[in-house]
């Protein structure tokens, strides 16, 4: 599968995104366990469940790059959309 360069800056941004979401959600919810304050727990998995749509785009790239193939456009669906409910 040939990627072409706006393609692998696209899902370079988008995965960088989903990291650091991530990892803030993460930090969010650890700061819950310590302050007991139930907003930091509800940002931290709103802060997380805002970058689900680009997860499936950045689960799709390695693949795509060490396997030559693709999700498909229903695994996506579900990655991308499905979990955010």
Do not use: H
């Amino acid at each position: 599968m040939e990627l072409e360069f706006i393609e692998i800056l696209q899902v370079t941004f988008s995965g960088i995104f989903v990291i650091i979401s991530f990892i803030v959600g993460v930090l969010l919810i650890l700061k819950y366990f310590k302050c007991k304050n139930k907003n930091l727990l509800l940002a931290g998995i709103s802060w997380m469940g805002i970058a689900t749509p680009w997860l499936s785009g950045t689960i799709s790239f390695p693949l795509m790059i060490f396997f030559d193939t693709s999700l498909s456009v229903e695994v996506r669906f579900i990655i991308g959309i499905a979990i955010d409910l």
